[in-house]
């Protein structure tokens, strides 16, 4: 067993270093595809976010590529090869951020949450993006209509996602609900797409990559 190291990297410039230690497997996660395209559906993401007239912060991309991150280890490192249990994996990993300073501290939070929801033993660190890619989030463009959603809700297909949704729209809301597909894609009840009613939600599919079969064990 092996501890794993999941370093992200910006393009084929990005050649930072990540030392490791002598019980470490390291493995760069390209998230550039070619020169400037931001791969793991994360510009599809984007791209179809702006078509609903919502344009992330640099803040909220860095949190997308947290995200590809934690799907990464999270479907490619085996609970049965890599672990003491059979279960208890031991995962670093190194984002490149916008704002180190800023994500460094929530990193304890982060931390926390992880190990709850994959029973896992998590340690994030955090770096600067490179110069090239030090600002990549495209400014909303000056509009008098407003953005049509009044909230963000993350939505996984599950019940308790499925309640949150319901009380959000049964309150008058119009929430942009918020999803990713791996493997197989979450289905979106027929009441959500009603285009009738005020009460409507759209999802954004976050397609972090396609992978062989495997269990996918962390929660929701």
């Known amino acids: 067993m092996k501890r ?33 395209n931001l791969d793991h559906g994360i510009g599809g993401a984007l791209a179809t976010l702006q078509k609903y007239g919502v344009f992330p912060s640099e803040v909220g991309l860095d949190l ?24 208890t994996r031991e995962i670093r990993l190194v984002v ?8 460094i501290a929530a990193a304890p939070i982060l931390k926390n949450a992880l190990d709850f929801l994959t029973g896992d033993r998590w340690t994030i660190g955090f770096r600067s993006r490179p110069a090239r890619f030090a600002t990549i989030a495209n400014a909303a463009p000056p509009s ?5 959603f009044d909230s963000v809700s993350l939505f996984s297909g599950g019940m308790d996602s499925l309640i949150g949704a319901i009380d959000l729209l ?19 009840p027929p009441f ?11 999802k954004a599919n976050f397609c972090f990559g396609v992978m062989p079969p495997m269990a996918m064990l962390g929660r929701s």
Not at 171 to 188: C, N, R
């Open 4 to 36: 794993h190291i999941l370093a992200g990297r910006f393009g084929p410039d990005d050649q930072v270093d990540i030392p490791i230690g002598t019980d470490e497997q390291r493995t760069y996660l390209q998230l550039v595809a070619g020169t400037k």
């Open 96 to 103: 490149p951020v916008s704002d180190p300073s800023r994500w």
């Open 64 to 87: 997308l590529v947290l995200a590809a991150h934690v799907h990464a280890a999270d479907t490619r490192i085996s609970r049965t090869e890599q672990s003491q249990d059979s279960w």
């Open 192 to 202: 959500l797409k009603r285009p009738e009613s005020r009460n409507y939600a759209a």
């Open 144 to 148: 008098l209509i407003a953005t049509p």
């Open 170 to 188: 049964e309150d008058g809301g119009t929430p942009l609900l918020v999803s990713h597909f791996g493997e197989g894609a979450t289905v979106i």
